[in-house]
């Protein structure tokens, strides 16, 4: 099952304003939770399928080894007509849920000693995710 909101005031949303700058008051700019981290260098959008694919990898790779913290989850919907329909006639259903990724923001955060796996694993994240990243410590 992909990750999406359990409950949502409105179903679908509008796009909103650039979220390409760099904001100082997030939270997820410094190592919290872990010792190594994944960092956003870019913005972009992140969907669900994607932080399930990465968070899936880092289980796969860490093998209960270590603590794994995901600070980013989908909260925005993208809408998208279906094929060959008309334009008009209202606004398209829910597609897909994606993260706004701003740049600078820690992705995910591991806890564990075994330092050399873990930049194994968070490098085959990299390759999986659509923003580019940094692993840092």
């Known amino acids: 099952m992909l990750y999406i909101p359990n409950n949502f005031k409105y179903k679908k949303q509008q796009k909103g304003k650039s979220f390409c700058r ?22 972009g959008r992140l969907t669900s399928k994607e932080i399930k694919t990465a ?48 740049p600078g923001m820690i992705l995910f955060e591991v806890e564990t000693e075994f330092r050399a796996l873990v930049m194994k694993a968070l490098k085959l994240v990299q390759i999986r995710l659509s923003v580019d990243t940094k692993i840092i410590f």
Request: net charge positive; aromatic share 8%.
């Open 55 to 102: 968070h899936q990898l880092l289980n796969k790779k860490l093998k209960r080894r270590g603590f794994i913290k995901v600070n980013v989850y989908p909260q925005n919907s993208i809408s998208k007509k279906p094929l060959e329909i008309r334009m008009g006639k209202g606004k398209g259903n829910v597609d897909h849920w994606v993260f706004n990724v701003r």
């Open 22 to 43: 760099i904001n100082k008051n997030v939270d997820f700019l410094q190592l919290k939770y872990g010792s190594i981290g994944l960092k956003a260098l870019t913005c």
